[in-house]
Each structure stands twice: as C-alpha cells, then as structure tokens.
C-alpha cells in the first residue's frame, strides 16, 4: 500500500481593506501544464478586472508556452467627451504565442461569448465560462502574438448608447486586423408601463466584427441584430461584406441575403433575413 499526496488545484483570494476591495482565483492543472484565473478589484474607486490563461504545453506536444490576459478598468465617474459622449472603461489584451480564430469569432456574433474578449460584466463569477470563450477564440500557436486596446464608450445623459470597441492586431506577418463593436441602444431609456415596470420605446442590439488580413488581401465584415424591438416589433437580421484583392478579386454585400437565384462567392455566410415581427400574432415583415 502507498499514500499519495495531491497537489494544490486552486488558490483563492479575497481583500476587504480600506483601498482595496475584491477578489479573485487561480486555478492549478499541472498535469496538463494549464493556469487560469480572474481577479476583480475596487481600487481607489477604480473598478480593475483581469483574467488570463497560461499553458506551459504547446497543442502539439512540443516544449514550449502560450500566455492570455486580457484586462479592464471602470471608472466610477465616466470621463466626459465632446457630443455628450462619455468614456465608461477602457481595457486591453495580449496575447503570446496565440493566434485569432476567425470563425469562432464570427459565429460568436448575437451572443454574450464576445463579452469575454471585450468588458466581461462578471470576470471571476462566470469565469469558467469566459476562459473556454478565450481558449476558443485566441487557440494557442507558436510565433505568433495578438494585442489591442478597448474602449467603452456612452451617449447621452442618461446612457442611452454604450458602444464597446477593440481593435486585435496578430503579427508577424501575415498581419491580421480585427475590429469588434458591440452596441445597444435603449431610446428612450424607460418608459413606465405601470407602477413598477418599464420598458424602452427602441431597444437595439448589434454586434459587429471586422477582419482584414493582409497576407491573404481579403476583409470581412459580419453584423448581427439581435433581441431588438421597435415598440412592440421585434427586428433582428444580419448583414455580411467580403472583398478580395488577390489574385482572384471579389466583392460581395449582402443585408438580409441574396435572392434566391444569385450564386454567392465561395465561403459567403448564410443569412438571416432582416424581420420585423408585429405584436404578439405570426405577422411578419422581411425585407
């Protein structure tokens, strides 16, 4: 018979002090060589947020590490710009030996998955789930690097638009540039309904990614609306550029999809009519 010892799995963290109020985790799979964590502090009335993966094994076995952290700050007090605009957060992250995948991203669109490259709302609660939605969008590979900032941004007084945009750049070359826009828009912002409850006029919903690739001489453009109503009509649809500038150069733009009998270039996605659903009945607009 013999007695084995485990190894620590996780270390948890917590700080309730004067300046600093939050914390955070890490997780310990040694065996597979994986680090994950997410850490959510209050400093000085500042709201920091970080979370971040390490592997000290490359996808083919080989020696080798990939490191990704992606971090955000919130300022209790929005920054004030020009046009009734304000800057609610800003963020940022980084990427070493990891590269884009730009399908997942892609499919990502319309759900709440991107949230975890951009201004996760809940770091260290839903952290399971944000650090699989990194892994999956940013897989590791060797040589290559991503890194970008991200801003946070509202309109009106109060906020009736908040715009979260990052811009990801990988290099070496090839070089790829990835814009991401998340927005919503909630105009007016309340309009009570009865004593207790309230809804918007316009409720907007739409999620944009951007991708240009330098080495293939390509751009994509995909743009999602998604739970949105104007009054009680509910809209949603979807809208898709390409173009190419290569050897075989393409253009191809799309709201809502082609007709029936157009033959769209190779690899153009499968759209999602733009519909406008009245009342609570079957009757629907597609356009």
């Given at each position: 018979?013999?007695?084995?010892?485990?190894?620590?799995?996780?270390?948890?963290?917590?700080?309730?002090?004067?300046?600093?109020?939050?914390?955070?985790?890490?997780?310990?799979?040694?065996?597979?060589?994986?680090?994950?964590?997410?850490?959510?502090?209050?400093?000085?009335?500042?709201?920091?947020?970080?979370?971040?993966?390490l592997e000290?094994?490359?996808?083919?076995?080989?020696?080798?590490?990939?490191?990704?952290?992606?971090?955000?700050?919130?300022?209790?007090?929005?920054?004030?710009?020009?046009?009734?605009?304000?800057?609610?957060?800003?963020?940022?992250?980084?990427?070493?030996?990891?590269?884009?995948?730009?399908?997942?991203?892609?499919?990502?669109?319309?759900?709440?998955?991107?949230?975890?490259?951009?201004?996760?709302?809940?770091?260290?609660?839903?952290?399971?789930?944000?650090?699989?939605?990194?892994?999956?969008?940013?897989?590791?590979?060797?040589?290559?690097?991503?890194?970008?900032?991200?801003?946070?941004?509202?309109?009106?007084?109060?906020?009736?638009?908040?715009?979260?945009?990052?811009?990801?750049?990988?290099?070496?070359?090839?070089?790829?540039?990835a814009l991401?826009?998340?927005?919503?828009?909630?105009?007016?912002?309340?309009?009570?309904?009865?004593?207790?409850?309230?809804?918007?006029?316009?409720?907007?919903?739409?999620?944009?990614?951007?991708?240009?690739?330098?080495?293939?001489?390509?751009?994509?453009?995909?743009?999602?609306?998604?739970?949105?109503?104007?009054?009680?009509?509910?809209?949603?649809?979807?809208?898709?550029?390409?173009?190419?500038?290569?050897?075989?150069?393409?253009?191809?733009?799309s709201v809502?999809?082609?007709?029936?009998?157009?033959?769209?270039?190779?690899?153009?996605?499968?759209?999602?009519?733009?519909?406008?659903?009245?009342?609570?009945?079957?009757?629907?607009?597609?356009?």
């Amino acid at each position: 018979a013999s007695i084995k010892f485990s190894g620590h799995t996780g270390i948890c963290i917590t700080v309730n002090a004067e300046a600093v109020k939050g914390g955070g985790f890490l997780s310990i799979d040694s065996a597979n060589g994986r680090y994950f964590g997410a850490i959510q502090l209050e400093v000085f009335k500042l709201g920091i947020s970080a979370r971040g993966i390490l592997e000290t094994k490359m996808p083919d076995g080989k020696p080798g590490y990939s490191l990704l952290v992606a971090i955000n700050v919130k300022f209790s007090t929005p920054i004030q710009l020009s046009m009734n605009f304000t800057l609610l957060e800003v963020g940022g992250i980084i990427g070493v030996n990891r590269t884009m995948n730009v399908p997942a991203l892609q499919g990502a669109l319309g759900t709440d998955a991107l949230n975890a490259v951009m201004f996760a709302p809940k770091p260290v609660e839903d952290a399971p789930k944000i650090i699989a939605a990194m892994a999956e969008f940013f897989p590791a590979a060797e040589g290559r690097y991503i890194f970008g900032p991200m801003f946070k941004i509202g309109w009106g007084n109060p906020t009736l638009l908040t715009a979260e945009i990052g811009v990801i750049i990988e290099v070496p070359n090839p070089v790829r540039i990835a814009l991401i826009g998340l927005i919503d828009a909630y105009m007016p912002r309340k309009i009570e309904v009865s004593k207790d409850k309230y809804t918007a006029l316009v409720e907007l919903h739409l999620d944009v990614l951007g991708v240009l690739d330098l080495g293939e001489r390509t751009l994509a453009i995909d743009a999602k609306l998604y739970d949105s109503k104007i009054a009680e009509m509910k809209v949603s649809g979807d809208m898709a550029l390409r173009m190419s500038w290569g050897d075989a150069p393409d253009f191809a733009l799309s709201v809502g999809g082609f007709h029936p009998a157009f033959r769209p270039p190779a690899g153009f996605p499968d759209l999602k009519r733009f519909t406008m659903a009245m009342g609570t009945s079957k009757a629907r607009v597609d356009l």
